[in-house]
T-cell receptor
């Protein structure tokens, strides 16, 4: 099955814990992105990567970290420094005809 | 950074009605996309349309780049059209290798049977 895969779909975290959200692709795209969506809001950019071993901060990078060790994978870690981590997280790829999004991960802090 | 405004914020229509959603943006763009977010959160790419007009079934979109706006038309609405419609842009001034989408706040469309 081709495309972009995010896992897990739902994630529960205790306060003070770090969690890692997975984003994998098999479309051979260079550019990958992480967005955050809060209820009733648009999407805001957390981090993005245009090439392996390189990534840039987006508009709301504080409390998050990423890695891009291989082209297929762009995991996002939500650290304990993120004050309001409960949100819907979406990963995206950029291709010739625009962006394609994964199905998202809903993170809840309990 | 670039500003993206969508209107109206909410729209409630009877099944079968037509609708027009608007997206205004504050600067020239390389990329403009319309997305539909379904009730499960999935973002579906409707149109990649930095300029011109495109049609796909009951949906069509027009971007007038010189006047910095885009319109999404939905004809003969169905209940499955319900959800949130987002406009997103990549500004013209972004350098190669630094492209990223900025989203509007969306239009929530509700189609009543």
């Amino acid at each position: 099955d081709g495309g972009i895969t995010q896992s897990p779909k739902y994630l529960f975290r205790k306060e003070g814990q770090n969690v890692t959200l997975s984003c994998e692709q098999n479309l051979n795209h260079d550019a990958m992105y992480w967005y955050r969506q809060d209820p009733g809001q648009g999407l805001r950019l957390i981090y993005y990567s245009q090439i392996v071993n390189d990534f840039q901060k987006g508009d709301i990078a504080e409390g998050y970290s990423v890695s891009r060790e291989k082209k297929e994978s762009f995991p996002l870690t939500v650290t304990s420094a993120q004050k309001n981590p409960t949100a819907f997280y979406l990963c995206a790829l950029a291709g010739l005809y625009g962006y394609t999004f994964g199905s998202g991960t809903r993170l809840t802090v309990v | 950074g670039i500003q993206v405004e969508q209107s109206p914020p909410d729209l409630i229509l009877q099944e079968g009605a037509n609708s027009t959603l608007r997206c205004n943006f504050s600067d020239s763009v390389n990329n403009l996309q319309w997305f539909h977010q379904n009730p499960w959160g999935q973002l579906i790419n409707l149109f990649y349309i930095p300029s011109g007009t495109k049609q796909n079934g009951r949906l069509s979109a027009t971007t007038v780049a010189t006047e910095r706006y885009s319109l999404l038309y939905i004809s003969s609405s169905q209940t499955t059209d319900s959800g949130v419609y987002f406009c997103a842009v990549d500004p013209f001034y972004s350098n190669f290798g630094n492209e990223k989408l900025t989203f509007g706040t969306g239009t929530r469309l509700t189609i009543i049977p």
